[in-house]
């Protein structure tokens, strides 16, 4: 028996996606750029995924661009707004927690002279409001702000930045990278008022190799990736249809999202009252944080023995972002989280297929590791 609570990093593939990526590459192998009748029958099986994905979203299919992750996604967003508006402004407005697949690309722009403004987040993870507001001024051309923090949680404000970027007669587009949000939270674009939204497949128990730009009617990007017209110029390549059409499978099998949200919660506050009881764990998510995503911490024990520890026995965490692996949580660090706290994190993440049975497990792996590693100081 396992335990996988590693969900942040990636979902197993559920039934249909499985079926549906089976299917493409044995049915469904033309080209939809292909004029003949396999082509054709590629791109019907196209316009399906994409008319299934806009529906999540409550959407128009037009509005959809598969990409081959969700990195490659936030940097369609980011690189293609800002160089489409920077005669217009050169202020771009984000946080200090993103995930590198933005933050790196802030960097980038920041070293061909465009201004980023970084928002501070609290001991939560959570942004000061008053000074988003404050932050954007007229000369600022985009705001990129993460829906859900993929390390502790934390749900950003991202409503307000719409209200934010009136206020200040700003030509701002607005991006909000949703690859822990979608599936989990109900996510929809007009109601958030982005411009550009990024999501993932393998996140929401569908495979590798495919993600999403939402680009709501009307935005103009400069396309990143160059190369052809598929995609609406805006992502140049063949599109990757066995990923594409299992991210269809795995949209079919979204369940009621209250519910989902109700039962995480429901393992999430059991996880927390149990670890409570064990001594010597401290929680980092803040308690409005999505219940899919717990961040902890076991001071004294460095994260990777206490990982290997529990990997040893079958109960698979992470020791934070799989994206950052071998360097110290930015996130923590900007939540003024002590050294110790930080280098003994742990992140555990839920999906709809976790089980009490998996909390236990990893409870109990918790309590012998606490024990047994005090017994080796």
């Given at each position: 028996m396992?335990a996988?609570l590693?969900?942040?990093a990636?979902?197993?593939?559920c039934?249909t996606?499985r079926?549906k990526?089976?299917?493409?590459i044995t049915e469904?192998y033309g080209n939809?750029s292909?004029?003949?009748s396999?082509?054709?029958?590629a791109?019907k099986?196209l316009?399906?995924?994409r008319?299934?994905?806009?529906?999540s979203?409550?959407c128009e299919p037009e509005e959809i661009v598969f990409?081959n992750?969700?990195t490659?996604?936030n940097?369609?967003a980011?690189?293609?707004?800002?160089?489409?508006?920077?005669?217009?402004?050169?202020?771009i407005?984000?946080?200090?927690v993103?995930?590198?697949?933005?933050?790196?690309c802030?960097?980038?722009?920041?070293?061909?002279g465009?201004?980023?403004?970084?928002l501070?987040v609290?001991r939560s993870g959570?942004?000061d409001r008053?000074?988003?507001?404050?932050?954007?001024?007229?000369k600022?051309i985009l705001v990129?702000?993460m829906?859900v923090?993929?390390e502790v949680g934390s749900v950003?404000?991202?409503e307000l930045?719409?209200?934010a970027?009136?206020?200040a007669?700003?030509?701002?587009?607005?991006?909000?990278?949703?690859v822990?949000?979608?599936?989990?939270?109900?996510?929809k674009?007009?109601?958030?008022?982005?411009d550009?939204l990024?999501?993932?497949g393998?996140?929401?128990h569908?495979?590798?190799g495919?993600g999403?730009l939402?680009?709501r009617?009307?935005v103009?990007l400069?396309?990143?990736i160059?190369g052809g017209?598929?995609e609406?110029?805006?992502?140049?390549g063949?599109?990757p249809?066995?990923?594409?059409?299992?991210l269809?499978g795995?949209v079919e099998e979204?369940?009621?999202?209250?519910e989902q949200?109700?039962?995480?919660?429901?393992?999430?506050?059991?996880?927390?009252?149990?670890?409570?009881?064990?001594?010597?764990?401290e929680?980092n998510?803040?308690e409005?944080?999505?219940?899919?995503i717990?961040?902890i911490s076991?001071?004294?024990h460095?994260?990777?023995?206490v990982?290997n520890?529990?990997?040893d026995?079958g109960?698979?965490v992470?020791g934070g972002s799989?994206?950052?692996?071998?360097h110290?949580?930015?996130?923590?660090?900007a939540?003024?989280l002590?050294?110790?706290?930080?280098?003994?994190?742990?992140r555990?993440?839920?999906s709809?297929?976790?089980?009490?049975?998996d909390?236990?497990m990893l409870?109990c792996?918790?309590?012998?590791?606490t024990?047994?590693?005090r017994?080796k100081?």
């Amino acid at each position: 028996m396992v335990a996988y609570l590693d969900n942040s990093a990636t979902t197993a593939l559920c039934k249909t996606a499985r079926e549906k990526t089976v299917e493409a590459i044995t049915e469904y192998y033309g080209n939809p750029s292909s004029l003949h009748s396999v082509g054709t029958a590629a791109q019907k099986q196209l316009d399906g995924a994409r008319a299934a994905v806009a529906a999540s979203l409550s959407c128009e299919p037009e509005e959809i661009v598969f990409t081959n992750s969700g990195t490659l996604a936030n940097n369609a967003a980011i690189f293609g707004a800002a160089y489409a508006l920077r005669r217009r402004g050169n202020r771009i407005v984000t946080t200090c927690v993103e995930h590198p697949s933005v933050s790196e690309c802030m960097q980038k722009l920041e070293k061909e002279g465009f201004e980023v403004v970084y928002l501070k987040v609290d001991r939560s993870g959570r942004i000061d409001r008053q000074e988003l507001m404050q932050a954007v001024n007229s000369k600022t051309i985009l705001v990129s702000m993460m829906f859900v923090n993929n390390e502790v949680g934390s749900v950003m404000p991202v409503e307000l930045i719409k209200s934010a970027v009136r206020k200040a007669n700003a030509p701002a587009l607005i991006h909000c990278d949703a690859v822990q949000g979608y599936g989990k939270l109900p996510v929809k674009p007009s109601r958030l008022g982005v411009d550009l939204l990024s999501a993932s497949g393998h996140k929401v128990h569908g495979p590798k190799g495919v993600g999403f730009l939402y680009v709501r009617k009307g935005v103009r990007l400069v396309p990143y990736i160059l190369g052809g017209n598929q995609e609406g110029k805006i992502y140049s390549g063949t599109q990757p249809m066995p990923a594409i059409m299992g991210l269809w499978g795995a949209v079919e099998e979204f369940p009621n999202l209250a519910e989902q949200f109700e039962h995480a919660k429901l393992l999430r506050d059991y996880f927390v009252s149990e670890a409570k009881k064990i001594g010597g764990i401290e929680i980092n998510s803040g308690e409005d944080a999505v219940p899919y995503i717990i961040n902890i911490s076991l001071p004294g024990h460095p994260s990777q023995t206490v990982l290997n520890f529990l990997s040893d026995r079958g109960i698979y965490v992470s020791g934070g972002s799989a994206c950052s692996k071998g360097h110290r949580s930015k996130v923590l660090t900007a939540m003024g989280l002590p050294p110790e706290r930080i280098d003994s994190a742990l992140r555990i993440s839920l999906s709809r297929l976790t089980t009490k049975a998996d909390i236990d497990m990893l409870l109990c792996g918790l309590e012998s590791a606490t024990e047994q590693l005090r017994r080796k100081m």
